[in-house]
């Protein structure tokens, strides 16, 4: 859906345009949470878990991200470095998918 520069919602939908896709329309606001993570492609993707908490997809990242929309708290987990076939690679994972009966996100290579 493409930015608009009016303020209502198209007359056939109910739904607000996703903020990720047009941060201002319809007065979505945008506020980064957890400080700086400097580089390009670190995360690539990330799946919403059942203790609520999102998990960002390792890309060039050398951990996984957790971020928890209830507290806007954002932690690093893991350290990716020592894994030789992944060691300093980018694109180690392109996207996370769920289990949704184990509740455990796994990384697509």
């Known amino acids: 859906m493409p930015c608009r520069s009016d303020p209502q919602p198209p007359p056939e939908s109910n739904a607000a345009a996703p903020a990720a896709e047009c941060p201002s329309a319809y007065g979505a606001t945008v506020e980064l949470i957890g400080g700086s993570h400097p580089g390009i492609d670190k995360w690539l993707g990330g799946e919403l878990a059942a203790d609520g908490c999102i998990y960002g997809v390792p890309g ?19 350290d990716l470095r020592g894994l030789s076939a992944i060691r300093g690679g ?12 184990t509740g455990d996100t796994f990384g697509v290579p």
Not at 60 to 78: I, N
Not at 90 to 101: I, N, S, T, V, Y
């Open 90 to 101: 980018k694109f180690k994972w392109l996207r996370g998918a769920l289990d949704p009966e």
């Open 60 to 78: 060039s990242a050398k951990c996984v991200l957790k971020v928890d929309p209830r507290t806007d708290e954002v932690t690093r987990l893991g």
